[in-house]
């Protein structure tokens, strides 16, 4: 094994040591008030430290998260019902709900995914329901793909899949588009 994968071996393995009481306190993402708190306090953490300390954080907590992927400051979980697969990179900034992400797909910065488009349900008489209604899905974000900045996503994206900055996903998007606008539509290959 050459120095550097070492490194970040060693790196990885000091940050789930330090991540530990954390994951302990939350009952390893059992306890959603408490994940949510250690979450947002492990966005907070600057530069590789930071992007270390939170992939050690998630690869107790989250249903898995590969240590060879990488969450930038500012981004955080919302549910510990999640998936991040080998070679992620999540950019600054990022709020992800109950999401399964696909090996090699990059998300950038500002993106939010959310766990799904009925969130929260209305009573007959108009009154909105909270998140104790249980009504969350989760979305499935395919290999290999790009999620533009700033791009909104509610619902599932297939691998290889490219969805542009600003982008609305409200229905499914096939494999292999590219995706633009609000709500998102896929663009016609050119010839």
Known sequence: M????LAKLLLHGLCVVLAFPFALTCAFGRVPSIFALWAQLAALF????GDYLRVAYYSLTLEKCHRESRIQFGSFFAHPEAIVS??????????LGKVHI???????????ILSGRQQHS??????????????FSTISIGSDCWIGARALVMADVGPRTTIGAG???????????????????ILEPTR
């Open 46 to 49: 600057p530069g590789i430290p």
């Open 102 to 112: 696909g090996e090699r797909t990059q998300i950038a910065s500002g993106v939010q």
């Open 122 to 135: 209305r009573a007959a008489d108009g009154a909105i329901g909270g998140a104790v209604d249980e009504a």
């Open 86 to 95: 080998r070679l992620v990179y999540i950019g600054s900034y990022c709020i």
């Open 2 to 5: 050459s120095l550097k994968p």
């Open 167 to 185: 982008a609305v996903v409200v229905k499914p998007i096939p494999d292999g588009v590219v995706a633009v606008g609000n709500p998102a539509r």
